[in-house]
């Protein structure tokens, strides 16, 4: 399908989450150490964060593609970009992306940032495609959740 046509974008819905982290699991994005459903709630919760599904029209609301958006204030990051592995090559990545930045420019989002784990050159291909661009950058991180926060102090 070029372009994604037959797609329709919109933001999730209570009950398609069962569908969405199917969808993530189908495409390796999930990992044991984050909870998929916590990571949807949590973008829910916020205003200026949102996951968005492209909807099959022809497969009775078939969900075959999502992104989670959020705009920190400073920057604005992409999450969880999926296509159903029998509806890739046709665009619809590429669309749920120009949605996703569309969406966070109307907020106010100066840059669109992403990760990409350093093996997956095939996703860097198709973020490549899309005019993103490798920053000379290191990530650093800490897990805080579910353990005590420690005031360095």
Same mark, same amino acid.
Do not use: K, N, P, T
């Given at each position: 399908m070029t +372009? +994604?046509?037959g797609f329709r974008i919109r933001a999730i819905r209570d009950g398609d *989450?069962?569908?969405v982290i199917e969808l993530w !699991?189908?495409?390796d994005l999930v990992r044991p150490w984050n909870d998929p459903r916590r990571d @949807?709630? $949590?973008a829910r919760a916020r205003a200026t964060s949102e996951v968005f599904v492209a909807v099959d029209e022809k497969r009775a609301g078939? @969900?075959? $593609?999502s992104v989670m958006a959020g705009f920190d204030g400073h920057r604005a990051w992409v999450y969880y970009v999926a296509v159903a592995p029998a509806h890739r090559s046709g665009g619809l990545g590429g669309r749920?992306? !120009?949605h996703? *930045?569309?969406w966070l420019a109307g907020l106010g989002a100066p840059k669109v940032m992403l990760m990409i784990r350093e093996e997956n050159e095939g996703v860097r291909r198709f973020y490549d495609g899309l005019g993103y661009e490798v920053e000379k950058r290191t990530i650093m991180s800490r897990r805080v959740s579910g353990s005590p926060v420690v005031d360095p102090s």
């Open positions: +372009g +994604g046509v *989450e069962d569908e !699991r189908a495409c @949807i709630e $949590g078939h @969900i075959a $593609g749920l992306m !120009r996703a *930045e569309s």
